[in-house]
Nanobody, 120 residues
Framework: QVQLVESGGGTVQPGGSLTLSCAASGSTLAGYAIGWFRQAPGKEREAVSC????????LYVDSVKGRFTISRDKAKNTVYLQMNSLKAEDTAVYHCATEADMCGSDYANWGQGTQVTVSS
């Protein structure tokens, strides 16, 4: 059973950058697609990005395209979310989760989340 732990959140000013990490233990992430999600207070959880298991194809929600980059380090068994040009509306708790084989809608092994706050 894979366990995921997110880290790297914090408070930044608008326009700033953060890199979130999703570190896995208990199993390799090879063969899993990994999704990043966020949930702001009073709002539904939103899928932000996903990286495919086979060729590391990256998918993004329109609101973060050109600003966020998802990547995978197989040696470290970790997936990253590089977030640039952050906006106030990016403020949320960010979670990562696994999806067997392909990015989809049946995610599991959710991490506890890391808070991202964008504020001046």
């Amino acid at each position: 059973q894979v366990q995921l732990v997110e880290s790297g959140g914090g408070t930044v000013q608008p326009g700033g950058s953060l890199t979130l990490s999703c570190a896995a233990s208990g199993s390799t992430l090879a063969g899993y697609a990994i999704g990043w999600f966020r949930q702001a207070p009073g709002k539904e959880r939103e899928a932000v990005s996903c990286i495919e298991s086979d060729d590391d194809t990256a998918l993004y929600v329109d609101s973060v395209k050109g600003r966020f980059t998802i990547s995978r380090d197989k040696a470290k068994n970790t997936v990253y979310l590089q977030m640039n040009s952050l906006k106030a509306e990016d403020t949320a708790v960010y979670h990562c989760a696994t999806e067997a084989d392909m990015c989809g809608s049946d995610y599991a092994n959710w991490g506890q989340g890391t808070q991202v706050t964008v504020s001046s």
